[in-house]
Structures are given as C-alpha cells and as structure tokens.
C-alpha cells in the first residue's frame, strides 16, 4: 500500500496517517471502502500493531475512517469529515502562503495558472473516475 521512512524524525503512526490522507484526498481509497486491519497492515508493514492502531485512532478521531464493530474500518465519507477548526485554519493557511509567495515576487497570474491547475487535477481524480 506505502511505504514508510524510519529516517525521518516523524513518528511512524503520523507518516502512516499522512499516507492514508494522501490516498483518501486524492482519491485513490473511496468512501466506504474498507482499510487493511491492524493486523495485516502492522504484518505488511512489518511494525508494531499498536502503531497501527495509534494511527487509526487519530484518522479516525480527524473523521477519515469509522469503524464498524466486527467488521473493520472503512473510508468516510467527504461530506462526514467537516471540522469547522480545520477548515478555518487551511484557510488562514492558504491566506498566509498566497501572501508570503506575493512577497517573494510570483505573480498573481502565475498563481492563478497553478490553482487553476489543482482544480483541473482535482476534477479530473477525483470526479471523473
């Protein structure tokens, strides 16, 4: 499924949440689609199985995936994931790094040909399938 870098100095669980993230936003894990168990990643991945449950706890937590009792963990649903907090602060994120590249001498054209590019490969992962 991914790989992981133990040479970096994150934690695994937070390298092991960013990847599913990555997969989920991008499209590649659908919504209702079920997730490895803890086990079979922990054995896939070769890591401890606590790691993987750290890291399913937090995706989790964050509204990616929900657990069905016998059953396993599955992917949310877009819609599902809303957390106001978050959103407010991508935004303020978004603000922040359009003003510092402003600053750095990018064009605005220059940006809105990059944005426009993120919409036109968003549209086409993830609605065109």
């Known amino acids: 499924m991914f790989q992981l870098n133990l040479k970096t100095g994150k934690p695994i669980y937070e ?26 990643l922990a054995k896939q991945l070769t890591i401890n199985p606590n ?3 750290k ?15 016998g059953l396993g963990s599955f992917i949310s649903r877009p819609d599902q994931i809303m957390d106001l907090n978050k959103v407010e602060y991508l935004k303020k994120q978004i603000h922040n ?17 990059h944005i426009k590019n993120i919409f036109s490969a968003w549209k086409g992962g993830k609605h065109n399938d």
């Not at 997969?23 to 997730?35: A, N």
């Not at 790094?97 to 040909?113: H, R, S, T, W």
């Open 97 to 113: 790094n359009i003003c510092e590249l402003l600053y750095m001498g990018i064009k605005p054209e220059e940006m809105e040909g």
């Open 15 to 40: 390298q092991i949440v960013d990847k599913f993230k990555e997969l989920i936003i991008s499209g590649i894990l659908k919504p209702d689609e079920k997730i490895p168990s803890v086990r079979d």
């Open 51 to 53: 790691t993987i449950q």
């Open 55 to 69: 890291a399913y706890r937090e995706l989790e937590y964050q509204g990616y995936i929900y657990s069905v009792q």
